[in-house]
């Protein structure tokens, strides 16, 4: 990506990505085309296929009580009432690439829904049927998504993702990292949950900075993998 720009890394079945929505929806309002965001999808816990016990349950329900405390973000934990629920979260992160097709604003918005559709109103994101009713309301047809989303493209492409993160060295999510342009030297904005108010002024400064030096705030640069 040429000129300014962000990568977020991000999983849609991330309670931290789902606190950190609104910020993400700031930054967009407030820079616009000036700071374009390139979403990357991380890759939490693909392929998961044991059930989640009632340790499991008790592990994410504290993270999810976290995330609203923090973000006020909300959630439905009807979801804790579910028997047998495999937390795979793969197949959200492949609906996100097969709407990414469509243009990186139509990715952020489809993350966004896919976000509230599991944590706000206990839907199962690892139904390809609620994928595909999803995609259509952002405006893919349920058919054409459903038969771009079983292709191999489709798994090789959201693998590449989860490759991409890792050897980007991403750990955790979200994590929000700046660059100039193409080649040029990354620099970590937030990893992890921080507020709007945080964010956005170190985002300010960095472009302030024309990206040359890294925000204090913002800790150590990192170079970014070809």
Known sequence: MQGPHLVYFADPMCSWCWGFSPVVQAISDTFGTALPIRLVLGGLRPWT???????????????????????GQPFD?????????????????????????RGMDTALAALQRIQRAFYAQNQDVTDV???????????????????????????????????????AG???????????GEGRQYALITHGFQPASRVIPILEQWLDRAGSIAPEAAGQSC????
């Open 49 to 71: 296929q044991e059930p989640m016990n009632a340790r499991d349950r008790a592990d994410v329900r504290s993270h999810w009580e976290h995330v609203h405390e923090a973000s």
């Open 77 to 101: 934990f009807a979801f804790f009432e579910r028997d047998h629920f495999v937390y795979d979260t793969e197949p959200a992160c492949r609906a996100v690439v097969v709407l990414r097709r």
């Open 129 to 167: 049927d609620t994928l595909a009713n999803l995609a259509a309301e952002l405006g893919l047809d349920a058919a054409t998504f459903r038969e771009e989303f079983v292709a191999v493209d489709a798994l090789n492409e959201t693998r590449a993702d989860f490759a991409l993160a890792q050897s």
């Open 170 to 180: 991403i750990r955790g999510f979200p994590t929000l990292i700046a660059c100039e």
């Open 223 to 226: 170079a970014w993998p070809s």
